[in-house]
């Protein structure tokens, strides 16, 4: 076997893997709250193993979108957040930290903001840091 044809397989094996989608903010709506994606510095992704993606406008709405079965978890390739620090940047879950900010309002009230782990939180509202189970179990409190 040729070096270039296994570096070939490769690149083919990579560019069929799911993948996140930009989410384009002012144009999509939240495929669980059906509200209109507006504020680019929240939002969150589901890509499922057949590379579908759910968008969502808030944490809280992608946690509330699983927890209703309306996506099986056992087929989810990956989840998303957008990086409150670069606005419409979308990280991947385990590369995120979250914030809770009650005095940054978050489009669903939950009040909490991801950015990418190890980045320089200059700037940036100032608040608690919470670990995704802690922002999980205050969506589902929140949840009516």
């Not at 270039?4 to 002012?26: D, H, K, T």
């Not at 940054?104 to 190890?118: D, E, F, I, T």
């Amino acid at each position: 076997m040729k070096p270039w044809s296994v570096l070939l397989g490769i690149a083919l094996l990579q560019a069929c893997a799911p993948a996140p989608e930009p989410i384009r903010f002012g144009e999509e709506t939240c495929v669980y709250c059906r509200m209109g994606i507006a504020d680019p510095r929240y939002g969150a992704e589901i890509v499922t193993r057949t590379g579908r993606v759910y968008k969502f406008d808030a944490l809280e709405c992608m946690i509330a979108f699983e927890d209703a079965g309306e996506v099986d978890s056992a087929q989810v390739h990956s989840r998303w957040v957008v990086d409150f620090a670069q606005p419409g940047q979308l990280i991947r879950l385990e590369e995120a930290e979250f914030v809770f900010a009650p005095e940054v309002p978050s489009p669903m009230g939950l009040n909490v903001y991801a950015v990418k782990r190890s980045a320089s939180r200059e700037g940036l509202p100032p608040g608690q840091p919470v670990s995704w189970a802690q922002v999980v179990q205050m969506a589902r409190r929140a949840s009516p």
